[in-house]
């Protein structure tokens, strides 16, 4: 099974501040990521695919990079929307597998 | 639009059974995988199973194999969820989510609480 690591769990940050989210797989998975932003009480919602394909409409504010074993997704300039739970997934190999999420938080 | 609407979970016991179902709308139904994932309270994303388009496809996730069942009905654009032998740890939201084969989950629906408890 793909273990994927994200980090940190919780980040703190201030609207209008950069936010760098990481998400780690514990082998490569090429470029079969994607990124999900949930909101309490809400599904999930797909912001990035292909690591670093933004969906139709996530925002430009949302870019993602990385391939392999080691992605990231930024938030440029975090609006007040921004503060939810992110959850980064590998769809390359089976079993299908998500990240424990990261948390971001009013600052 | 796009639409994916599960059926009310319920409760379940220990060792019961129930059925989830998930009817779509606003798409060619034909088009897509269907994947179920869940999330136990405060919990992260758990993959549970995928069924191909044609419906002869399936996979599951090692923790509902043997005990979950998947299939689809391409008449009726609906996908089903039989959860057989239910444990108190398969409590969770669980969502249906549309799939482009060998990609990602990309349209989701609301989901819907299952609780297995005596």
């Known amino acids: 099974e793909t273990v994927m690591t994200q980090s940190p769990a919780t980040l703190s940050v201030s609207p209008g501040e950069r936010a760098t989210l990481s998400c780690r797989a514990s082998?490569?998975?090429?470029?079969?990521l994607a990124w999900y932003q949930q909101k309490p009480g809400q599904a999930p919602r797909l912001l990035i695919y292909?690591?670093?394909t933004r969906a139709t409409d996530a925002p430009a504010r949302f870019s993602g990079s990385g391939s392999g074993t080691e992605f990231t997704l930024t938030i440029s300039s975090v609006q007040s929307e921004d503060f939810a739970a992110y959850y980064c997934h590998q769809y390359n190999k089976w079993p299908l597998t998500f990240g424990g999420g990261t948390k971001v938080e009013i600052k | 639009e796009v639409q994916l609407l599960e059926s009310v979970g319920g409760l379940g016991q220990p060792g019961g059974s129930l059925r989830l179902s998930c009817a779509a709308s606003?798409?060619?139904?034909?088009?897509?995988?269907v994947g179920w994932v869940r999330q136990a309270p405060g919990k992260g994303l758990e993959w549970v199973s995928s069924?191909?388009?044609?419906?002869?496809?399936?996979a599951y996730a090692d923790s509902v194999k043997g005990r979950f069942t998947v299939s689809r009905d391409n008449s009726d654009n609906t996908v089903y969820l039989q959860m057989n032998s239910l444990r108190v740890e398969d409590t969770a939201v669980y969502y249906c989510?549309?799939?482009?084969?060998?990609?990602?989950?990309?349209?989701w629906g609301q989901g819907t609480l299952v609780t297995v408890s005596s």
């Open positions: 069924i191909s388009r044609s419906g002869d496809g399936t």
């Open positions: 989510a549309t799939k482009i084969p060998g990609a990602h989950f990309e349209y």
């Open positions: 292909g690591a670093s």
């Open positions: 606003g798409f060619t139904f034909t088009n897509y995988a």
């Open positions: 082998q490569s998975v090429s470029s079969g």
